[in-house]
């Protein structure tokens, strides 16, 4: 029963350090969440920039091919840090859980006075 006790400590602290790991790396995709931001980002206004230059030059094709690109990677990096957000968050619960149950069942109780 000790042997049990003393693994439930160890996976729980185990969990905890994962889930600190998670809340910073979740941290670190909210700022790139906001540094990809489509509408904010210095990405944005380059794009707002060659709209302004393509519609000067409507038949300029590589102003055409340029905002595509620029776009298309703007929007991939929005939805790639929404996605590890939205994994992330998965994963800070999975790992909270597992710690809250694991410290149930260790041999850590409080002190009584």
Sequence with gaps: M???????YRVAMAAGLFSIAVILLLL???HELRQNDPMSSGNARKLDELVAQQRLNPEDEFIRKDIQVLDQQIRQNYFNAQAKIRTGAYLLVAGLCVFVICMRLSPVRSVKT
């Design 2 to 8: 000790a042997f049990r006790r003393l693994v439930a």
């Design 28 to 30: 670190m995709s909210f």
